[in-house]
């Protein structure tokens, strides 16, 4: 079955700092790959997906990840974070099944300090 | 585009009783939905896949008795927890797959949070 590992559960960084988030999965088939994050009190929203074509995919706000396929990694990066970048951010990839449910990660908690 | 309510955003209830949670797609129409349980500072789990017409899909461990689905329109989806003990509470949150957009994305709700005293 497949997993997702998000290694870092807590980060906290300043302002400016930059990020980087590990994921990887453990799907060795054709993979559709996902970034959400959850601000304080609300729901979950898309940062980027990867679904074919250029491993590097830009999000909104700043974000990008890299798919690389020979490490089943597909780290979230920013270079510089503010501090409303505060949030749980969630790794997810899709089963690959006829529902493509979306397996989740543990989700890592970000806190940036001003 | 792409927006999905759920009702109530939360709900306390007693020991014994059954609370119903909406989900609706407001925009677009939903063959499919999910529904996911997230514990405080855990990730989420899916606990089934509500599918339009036709039973839902329950995860391994969730008890089909316990929490009903129905999905009885391309909009709306529903689940209820019966006989709700402590334990049930928790955040729910239902998530919509686009029947016209790409398979592989969902829209998440706002999530329910479920008290149980």
């Known amino acids: 079955a497949q997993s997702v590992s998000q290694h870092n559960h807590h980060v906290i960084l300043s302002e400016a700092a930059s990020l980087e988030l590990g994921c990887n999965y453990s799907?060795?088939?054709?993979?559709?790959l996902f970034w959400y994050v959850q601000y304080p009190g609300q729901h979950l929203q898309l940062l980027l997906k990867y679904f074919s074509g250029d491993p590097l995919v830009k999000g909104i706000k700043g974000f990008e990840a890299e798919f690389i396929k020979s490490k089943f990694s597909f780290n979230l990066r920013k270079p510089s974070v503010q501090w409303s970048d505060t949030a749980e951010y969630f790794c997810a990839v899709n089963d690959g099944g006829g529902y493509n449910k979306l397996i989740f990660g543990a989700g890592t908690r970000l806190a940036v300090h001003p | 585009g792409a927006v999905v309510s759920q009702h109530p955003s939360w709900v306390i209830c007693k020991s014994g009783t059954s609370v119903k949670i909406e989900c609706r797609s407001l925009d677009f129409q939903a063959t499919t939905m999910f529904w996911y349980r997230q514990f405080p500072k855990q990730s989420l789990m899916l606990m089934a896949t509500?599918?339009?017409?036709?039973?839902?899909?329950?995860e391994q461990g969730v008890e089909k008795d316990k929490f009903l689905i129905n999905h009885a329109s391309l909009t709306l989806s529903t689940l209820t927890v019966t006989s709700a003990h402590p334990e049930d509470s928790s955040f729910y949150i239902c998530?919509?797959?686009?029947?016209?957009?790409?398979?592989?994305?969902?829209?998440f709700g706002p999530g329910t949070r479920l008290t149980v005293t």
């Open positions: 509500s599918n339009e017409g036709s039973k839902a899909t329950y």
């Open positions: 998530s919509a797959r686009d029947s016209a957009g790409v398979a592989y994305e969902q829209y």
């Open positions: 799907y060795g088939g054709t993979v559709n």
